[in-house]
């Protein structure tokens, strides 16, 4: 690529302490155009059904992504040095109308991919996924989802809403967002209302991946599986931190016991390496929940992660 790329800001350059908190010290871009991916706040948490909190979540990821280096020492991906990404600040709401900040969320993504530019989302809770799955279909039509949750989020309705952070998954389903077959839900567990409420999603042709299946074992044979299962087509990474344990992740709004550990969610994103992936989010970061900053500072590292496999990353010999 022939235009500039841009480089996070070096600890010697600046102490880590200092300066302003865009995501890993990346500059602050206002237009997305030019770029091949950007950092996106969604301070989103009216949709939430238990703890609020997650409106705080992409500033505090930002706060805590200020350790994170451009190289990664494991994968030997080197994402800044063939992509041009940096953080384009938050998406604009309106804190006392869901309805409405799901209509903003919407047009703000449709104004990011007019202009070629991919996404990693930062919120934020679930419920603003639905509107940026809507916008990505008008860019690519429907697109395969690696979803990690500790819930479906399939619900039809929550206090009889049809949007909300337990419903986006069946409302993508409904309007024919998502590829069907091409759908798998890694994490899923607690308890429930119903036995549907994970085999509604069997049923639509979702391949749902419990917990419990998850335990005391790597991912990475999942992945080889999840890799073929996808294939060409684009694909959505959307990753819920209340997929992890609460031992790891416990600033979330509905945290569930026997979830994933740190290692098995980043044996997920990096199992994702080769994948034609259409954009990403982080969601459900609720930092007043954890005030040591270690959910926000999972978070950011994972969405270090999903940035390291997006095509086009160069990999050092």
Known sequence: MEHALYQPMGGNVMPRFGGIATMMRLPYVENPAGLDVAFVGVPLDIGTSNRSGTRFGPRQIRTESVLLRPYNMATR??????????????????????????????????????????????????????????????????VGLIHVDAHADVNDT?????????????????EGLLDPQRVVQIGLRGTGYHADDFDWCRAQGFRVVQAEECWNKSLAPLMEEVRAQMGDGPVYLTFDIDGLDPAFAPGTGTPEIGGLTVQQGMEIIRGAKGLNIASADIVEVSPP???????????????????CVFPGVKYRA
Do not use: W
């Not at 063939?82 to 209509?103: C, E, F, M, Q, T």
């Open 158 to 174: 929550m206090n009889g809403e049809k949007i909300a952070h337990g419903t986006p998954f069946r409302r993508a389903f409904e």
């Open 77 to 142: 991906a080197a994402p800044f040095d063939s992509l041009k990404v940096a953080d384009i600040g938050d998406v604009a709401l309106n804190p006392y109308s869901l309805l409405d900040s799901v209509r903003m969320i919407e047009e703000a993504y449709d104004r990011i991919y007019a202009t070629g530019c991919k996404t990693i989302s930062m919120g934020g809770d679930h419920t603003m996924t639905l509107p940026i799955l809507r916008s990505i279909h008008k860019q690519y039509g429907k």
């Open 289 to 307: 929940y954890d005030q040591a900053g270690t959910t926000a500072l999972v978070a950011a590292n994972l969405a270090y992660e999903m940035l």
